[in-house]
């Protein structure tokens, strides 16, 4: 297999060069979850790169009411005006904002992932053409149309980074394809396969094929987990710059079968020589 990619932390075998290919062509077919998968998710470039501290525990979610039914009232408004000649199936281009796919493309980090998506590549004729308040109107219509509950307190902008997108059932799992970010302990099983252990939870990662310096040393302090995933694509190449024992990042798309959580990598760096 001739074929490689060359990336920062080292190559890609031309197996997954083919995977990437196939998941962009099939994206053309099914649109942006597949886009997601192949590290190319359409929050794209504009967006800062990024795993975003996710806020854990007690952080509120949208079904605690983070929105007011005025506000999305002023967002329906807005929405007609800007979005619903491609989004309100008029025109096959722009896929409906509700219901499971979108959700799941979106879920499981704060809102500021779909918020900035919207307001640095939206309305697609004029990205960022609105304020940031008629955006903020917008995604509060969205998840009145998603139904989530209105509350007592409008979506503002510091809301929007510290509340939770969730399905209607609240925090689950993360959806297969998802790209994802970990820390952890790079591993070879005795079977030569390459595991990260003591894995934190994955979190969502908006760029998958680059990790950015920032993203490096917040990886450096992370707190490890007790996750484990099997890494595919990083064949003994792949490690040649990482080596067992180390504290390192691994980006890319997420893979749950039969029990087993395996990662198809996209991006990969070493935080730390050791795994404390
Ligand atoms: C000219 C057509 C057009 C207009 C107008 C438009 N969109 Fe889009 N939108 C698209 C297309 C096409 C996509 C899918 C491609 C992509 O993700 O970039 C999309 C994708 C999206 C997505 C991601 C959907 C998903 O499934 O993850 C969101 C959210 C979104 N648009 C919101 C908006 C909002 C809010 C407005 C109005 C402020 C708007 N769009 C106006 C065409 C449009």
Known sequence: MGNRIATRWGTVSGVFAGTLLLL?????????????????QPAGADVPAGIRAI???????????????????????????????????ADVDGPPLTGAPFIDRWR????????????????????????????????????????????????????????????????????????????GCLTQTPAREWTVARASHPARARVGNDISAAEGTAAAGAALGSGTFALQNLG???????????????????????GASRIHVTAAKSVAGTCP
């Open 24 to 40: 962009i062509a099939s994206a053309v077919v099914h649109g942006p979850a597949f886009v997601e998968a192949a590290g190319r």
């Open 108 to 183: 499981e980090d704060t809102l500021a992932g779909l918020f900035e998506f919207m307001k640095t590549r939206m309305p697609q004729t004029a990205p960022g053409s609105l304020s940031s308040a008629a955006y903020l109107d917008v995604l509060a219509y969205l998840l009145h149309e998603n139904d989530y509950p209105a509350g007592t307190r409008e979506l503002t902008t510091a809301a929007v980074d510290s509340t939770l997108l969730v399905g209607p059932n609240g925090p689950q799992p993360l959806p297969s394809g998802a790209l994802v970010a970990v820390v």
């Open 236 to 258: 003994d190449g792949g490690v040649a710059t990482l080596g067992q024992g180390q504290k390192v990042l691994i980006k890319g798309a997420l893979s749950q079968r039969a």
């Open 55 to 89: 806020p854990q525990g007690a952080a509120p979610t949208v079904l605690d009411g983070a929105y007011t039914s005025a506000q999305a009232d002023r967002g329906e408004t807005v929405y007609h005006q800007q979005c619903a000649t491609c989004h309100d199936g």
